[in-house]
């Protein structure tokens, strides 16, 4: 036993070390996108690199290899959900996959993505898919590789899907998507039939510094915690941890619109009171996380969403809203504005679409990238591809490849294959969750409408965030709602909301 | 010649990597500085000690040693001022440097003094002298210990002044300090027997937000480069660097106050642009950073002092910052300004201390930490030598200890020894290399009233900055000056000055 606690010992030792590379790497990231000027950018790619390297050097040391070998049959003897137990199994799992990719593939594939991904902040703009088309290609023959280090696969995509959201596959994830599209698809139908919300009512001019400060008076009431965090500008939102202790978000202000900042705001806050939630004695470990990318978005869609776009929220903070800008919205209805922040479209953008047709946004990414991993797409075909899904599948044609096959970072920054599908999880699981919370507490919608959230965040608190990455996805599901992942409640949810909002 | 190009190469690969690792605990420690919310200090703490620890260790790599024993040769076979001696020449200096010390002996330090220094956090406003005084027994140990890994030393302070300000030993410094002193004490005495200069019109009120501004403009004309670098709030100003493209100042404001942020602002301006200077080849290497402690800060000297307290400086800058500040400053005359900011008074703070007493206050501490590494003066009896040393020299006394022996925070947090004669040796290098640049350019200082700096900071740039850590201070002295460090041109500097201000 004693021998067991200094192994144990040991190996956290490790960890924390490794962790402490890795929090100092999404230091360097956070400043890298909020303040640091122009003339730092090539050392700051190279020290992020170097402590990038390092982490990854000292865990995949046979010396934790061998630790977690004479630590296995102990976690295995303790009761599944001790933390022990959970430190070792999940570390296991994780270096096993770490250990299983070459360094020198890795290598490459982060040198490789760090020249697409400057390629991609110039190609945008000039509409110029040719320059990274070959760099794609590259991309897409690392990713093959990446997931042939994981052999005996269903399909190819099966490893990258797995990385993120563990015990997904591109089969399982299908069907869901399948079962969703059949929802979807008529409910999409019959909105955009109807007169489109009018939501000009967002897109006055509404000072910066008065949206930040409501966003902020509004995660504070969601208990973002800013003692253990901040909030900074950016170009492209996130939330970022540097220990449990320091989770900071990011956001975007647009002054003629809205919606930006404050639906920004709260969705980042989700990431984060997931992060700020978890056992702090999980700090520095790797239970110390969310434990799937479909996980993490599930509750940044719930404060987003289900919270933040609801009408009961509105009922309390409209008013509020009102006060803050009053020549802008002393004229506009509670009714109205309700509409205008739930406004349905067929449009060209994932990261400006509604609730209801996000998923379809996800879906078409989704299935090009298991095209193109399988080879059935081409990368020069791609641009094509991705028009002919958008006509069929939203009515919606691209004027160029810009709002086109350019417009997400994720195939240009990192894998092809993987990175999409926890969208759509995230969404279904943010209403499978509530749902749940719910039936714990009937309450919950009422006390939103006065403002108050810690019934809800304490709910979420004690049954998902304390856990980490203790438990795997599909085990939280379970435990959360006693069976597997179903999406009958989001579809309850969509329907009921839009419903209302619709006149359905 | 293949064999030692390679082998340079593999040590400027294996310096790279240690750069990055110190660059990165920078970045960590300018947001501790700035922007941290207080969740963030303990992993924060332990973060920039797991850095510290791993540049450590792969720069006392014994690898490393044998790369310099093998390279040693061939630098000494290049010319003494080409870029590659240079760096082998200062890379074995700093490797026979660190390897001398034990890491364990390195690691209780630093573990010491984060104790320490965090004791003392708390006991300076509680003007608790007990609580800190055992800490500070044990500081004095280690320092001693640390002295005591380089043996031969005349004075136990050699090896402690030595690492700071490569060249100086105690006995040079205190003959230089003596032959300072003959001169400064009785140009303190004519100036305080005379009625105190009125420095009411900085008292009043001054707006953030203009201060910093105004700042801003001025460093801007200095030629701080804002695109590789930054100026934020923080509780003690600083400069830092990342790189050498990402060099950052920081400065505190003080409405009531509008010397404290000015003048802050242009001394980091001046140590930034050292820093800026320097060849952009040595970046990431021992060269690429500047050479001494006394020559950093000759040049926050240069431009903080000799430049932007100078009358000629505000002949241009004074109307525009009374166009800034009208209410405030349009009835005080450019005269009354000008006296009030650089008002000579006998005080107790060594950082808001004039130019004229300020070596004073550096002497002191100077001697008392020399005696106390010493042994002829031990830590309980501190306080006491503090008041006594300025009841004579400076004829004030501290009402506590919390103005006295725990104003600074250099003995809490770091060695005793070595770390305030740099300050005194940089107030007599500034006036030292400003006099070779008026020989050489005669016009800078009619250029300085017309706000144009270019022609005193390229010879600057040139002459100093550029080099780095190629140059010791005094082989860049003797270089520059043609002979060795002297303090003629400081006294020079003071007295007409200051015999201008007073009529003397």
Redesign the interface.
């Known amino acids: 036993m004693a021998e067991m606690d200094s192994k144990l010992q040991e190996l956290k030792t490790r960890l924390?070390?490794i962790s402490?590379?890795n929090?100092?790497?999404a230091?360097?990231g956070?400043?890298q996108a909020t303040?640091?000027?122009?003339?730092?950018?090539?050392?700051?790619g190279?020290?992020m690199a170097?402590?990038g390297r390092?982490a990854q050097e000292k865990f995949i040391d046979p010396a934790v290899g061998k630790l977690l070998d004479d630590l296995t049959p102990y976690g295995e003897s303790l009761p599944f959900d001790h933390d022990d137990a959970a430190l070792i199994r999940v570390t296991r799992r994780e270096y096993d996959n770490a250990t299983k990719i070459p360094p020198s593939l890795l290598g490459e594939f982060y040198q490789h993505t760090a020249i697409a991904y400057d390629a991609w902040t110039r190609a945008r703009p000039a509409n110029d898919f040719s320059t990274v088309a070959p760099l794609l290609e590259k991309t897409l023959d690392l990713s093959r590789q990446m997931a042939d280090c994981f052999p005996g696969y269903d399909h190819i995509a099966d490893p990258l899907i797995d990385f993120a959201d563990y015990g997904m596959k591109a089969a399982s994830v299908r069907a869901l998507f399948a079962e969703l599209r059949e929802q979807l698809v008529p409910l999409v139908r019959t909105i955009t039939e109807q007169e489109p919300a009018d939501d000009s009512c967002l897109k006055q001019h509404f000072p910066e510094d008065k949206q930040l400060a409501f966003g902020v008076e509004v995660i504070k009431d969601f208990g973002y915690?800013?003692?253990?965090?901040?909030q900074?500008k950016t170009h492209h939102p996130f939330m970022t941890k540097?220990?449990?202790?320091?989770i900071?978000i990011t956001t975007r202000v647009k002054e003629n619109d809205l919606g930006e900042a404050l639906f920004s705001t709260t969705h980042e806050a989700g990431h984060a009171m997931y992060e700020m939630g978890i056992n702090m004695a999980y700090?520095?470990t790797p239970l110390g996380g969310g434990t799937s990318a479909g996980v993490h978005e599930s509750q940044s869609r719930t404060w987003e969403n289900i919270v933040s776009r609801s009408r009961t929220f509105w009922e309390h903070y409209y008013p509020k809203l009102q006060a803050t800008f009053p020549e802008q919205l002393n004229k506009v209805s509670l009714d109205t504005f309700h509409r205008a922040i739930n406004k349905v479209q067929k449009s060209l953008i994932r990261t400006d679409a509604d609730e209801v047709t996000y998923n379809l946004h996800v879906m078409i990414r989704f299935d090009l990238e298991l095209q193109m991993l399988e080879g059935s797409l081409s990368i020069k075909d791609l641009p094509e591809a991705w028009h002919a899904r958008y006509k069929s599948d939203l009515g919606v044609q691209a004027p160029s490849n810009v709002d086109g096959c350019l417009q997400d970072v994720h195939w240009y920054g990192g894998v092809i294959g993987g990175a999409f599908q926890g969208y759509t999880i995230g969404n279904i699981l943010s209403a499978l969750f509530y749902n749940q919370a719910l039936k714990a507490h009937p309450e919950i919608p009422a006390e939103i409408g006065k403002g108050k959230f810690g019934t809800l965040h304490n709910w979420l608190r004690n049954n998902i965030y304390t856990h980490g990455s203790k438990f795997t996805a599909p085990e939280l599901i379970e435990r959360v709602t006693g069976g597997p992942l179903r999406i009958d409640p989001y579809i309850g949810y969509l329907k009921e909301k839009y419903g209302e909002l619709y006149k359905l």
Not at 35 to 44: N, Q, T
Not at 225 to 230: C, I, S, T, V, Y
Not at 242 to 246: E, P, R
Request: charged share 35%; glycine share 12%.
């Open positions: 924390m070390e402490d590379l929090g100092a790497s230091v360097l956070w400043d303040y640091m000027p122009r003339g730092g950018a090539a050392a700051r190279r020290q170097t402590l390092l915690d800013f003692e253990r965090g901040r900074d540097f220990s449990l202790g320091d900071r700090d520095a």
